[in-house]
Structures are given as structure tokens and as C-alpha cells.
């Protein structure tokens, strides 16, 4: 992970990796900022947008609740590049 930029409001961070399959581009990226998102949530850190007016207690937190994880059907293939826009 690097630090890219310090702005106003926000960090901006690069977080960069290996992908031994270039074809599971999309799957993987969505895996990663999802796990990157759970990881945060769990350590009680928010993602908050710059247009998000913030009139709560500072003991509040807006974090989602925790989704259980689908199992996805092994002989489906649901991944991202998969789907195929309609003729």
C-alpha cells in the first residue's frame, strides 16, 4: 500500500498485487475492495464520503452491519467476465 496523496478531505492510497490470472480481473478487484472494506468495518474505522454531513454523536458510528457471505453454486460461473451484455 502507498500513500498517494494528502488532500482536504481525504487519503488517496494505492494497494497493488500480483494477479496470476489476468482473466479474473474484475472478480479479484471487487474481492479486494471488499476485503479491504471488511477489514476496516471490523477494525471500526468509517469510509465516509466528502458530501456526508456528519450531525451524530461522536460515539455513533455508520458502519453496515456484516453480510453473511453467499456460496456461490460451484458448477455456476457468476463472475464478472462472464456476463455478457444481451444482443
Given at each position: ?8 478531505f481525504a ?77
Amino acid at each position: 500500500m502507498h500513500i498517494l496523496e494528502l488532500g482536504n478531505f481525504a487519503v488517496t492510497y494505492r494497494i497493488s498485487g500480483l494477479l496470476t490470472e489476468p482473466k479474473q480481473l474484475l472478480s479479484c478487484r471487487s474481492a479486494l475492495y471488499g476485503s479491504i472494506l471488511d477489514t476496516l468495518h471490523r477494525q471500526q474505522v468509517e469510509i465516509m464520503s466528502p458530501s456526508f454531513m456528519n450531525q451524530r454523536k461522536i460515539s455513533d458510528k455508520v458502519l453496515p452491519k456484516a453480510q453473511a457471505k453467499s456460496s456461490v453454486h460451484p458448477q455456476l460461473d457468476t463472475t464478472a467476465e462472464n456476463i455478457r451484455p444481451a444482443p
